[in-house]
């Protein structure tokens, strides 16, 4: 099986307007802003008031090294003080699948997340009785950090139900979003039809690995080293995760 997961060696540096390095695997595409060009540039600032902080929502079954690799990488461009990893407690779009055990797929998260000192993990929707929304998520989040900036970080191909979501006429009020893509990946127009400036796309080589197929190679028994974490692969079989 290939994946698309680059080491730092590929990733070349050009400067910035600020004479400072920025790396070209990070190029984000402001989809939505015709005017923008499409030319990246890595968002620096001071660290003060207010946090900027990132919220990535996921199944995570399991999380695997893309989920961390988008994370790290929205981190740097938009010089995010944290990312919060936030397991869905009953994702409402996948309500017609198994879906593994939530206490299961937070500590997968917690494990996969623990190396990284800017990543945290919150409970907030698993703990949420009932089917998870992330306008909840939001909420909730905000609560938590009121005057912070937020940046939600979700797949690209999310946006589209994004548009269905529960309460999607405030959900832009939250925070900003940011759509991680997989390479080659070809928006049909639905990121261009989110409001104006709320949502940019950031392409992520490393998204080209699959919670499906990491689930799939489980079940049978094939090696997942070096697609999850190491613990992440320890936990899975020592839990027997997976298996038909």
Not at 22 to 41: F, T
Not at 128 to 147: A, F, S
Request: glycine content about 6%; charged content about 25%.
């Amino acid at each position: 099986m290939t994946t698309a997961v680059t080491d730092d060696s590929s990733a070349q540096a050009a400067p910035d307007c600020h004479g400072r390095s920025q790396r070209r695997m990070s190029e984000l595409s402001l989809q939505n802003d015709p005017d923008s060009g499409g030319v990246s540039k890595r968002i620096n600032r001071q660290r003060h008031h207010p946090p900027r902080i990132g919220i990535m929502g996921g199944t995570f079954d399991p999380i695997h090294n893309g989920h961390l690799v988008a994370a790290s990488e929205v981190a740097w461009v938009y010089d995010l003080d944290e990312v919060i990893f936030v397991p869905t407690g009953r994702p409402v779009f996948k309500q017609d699948k198994v879906v593994t055990n939530a206490e299961d797929r937070y500590l997968m998260t917690v494990i996969a997340t623990a190396p990284n000192p800017k990543f945290t993990v919150s409970r907030v929707d698993i703990d949420r009785p009932g089917i998870t929304y992330t306008i909840d998520t939001l909420r909730d989040i905000r609560g938590q950090y009121p005057d912070a900036e937020l940046f939600f970080i979700t797949g690209a191909d999310a946006v589209a139900e994004i548009l269905r979501w529960k309460d999607v006429d405030s959900i832009w009020d939250y925070a900003h979003f940011v759509a991680v893509t997989r390479p080659g990946y070809s928006d049909s127009g639905t990121i261009r039809r989110a409001p104006k400036g709320k949502v940019d796309a950031l392409e992520i080589p490393a998204l080209a690995i699959s919670s499906t197929d990491i689930r799939h190679r489980a079940s049978l028994r094939e090696p997942v080293w070096y697609l999850v974490p190491d613990g992440v692969v320890q936990y899975i079989a020592k839990h027997g995760l997976y298996r038909v």
